[in-house]
């Protein structure tokens, strides 16, 4: 079942701002962008009810919630390759990087903008080829 987050009022943070803003730089943060950017995923209850709690300066990702129940969370195949290459940003799962050829472009391009993120290294930009 997919739901829609309500939109929050002008000026107040996404929850997927909130989840970038409370992690750390690296792997924490790359994927926690990918996500936000995402988007359809972080929307659905399944996935927030098991990855996102409530920290001391509001929600954080726990990743590990997600251990396990990647196929009980009513994604579809693209949604389900895209949140399991995500994970293994973060070290868990078992997504090889062959999963890429189930995504679509957009899904694609954020997974290659978060690359740099998760190296550290925000020099290299990523874009359309020529």
Known sequence: MTTTVAAPEAGTPTLGEQLIASSVIGRDRAAAQALA???TVLAMDSVRHLLVIEGADGPVCRWEGLMGRLYGLGLDEQQRAFLGLVM???GIGLHTL???EE???RRLLILMRAMP????NERIAVGTRM
Do not use: I
């Not at 993120?117 to 550290?120: D, G, P, T």
């Open 98 to 100: 062959a999963a890429v």
């Open 37 to 39: 950017e995402e988007e």
């Open 88 to 90: 293994g940003m973060v």
């Open 117 to 120: 993120v998760l190296a550290c």
């Open 103 to 105: 995504l679509d472009e």
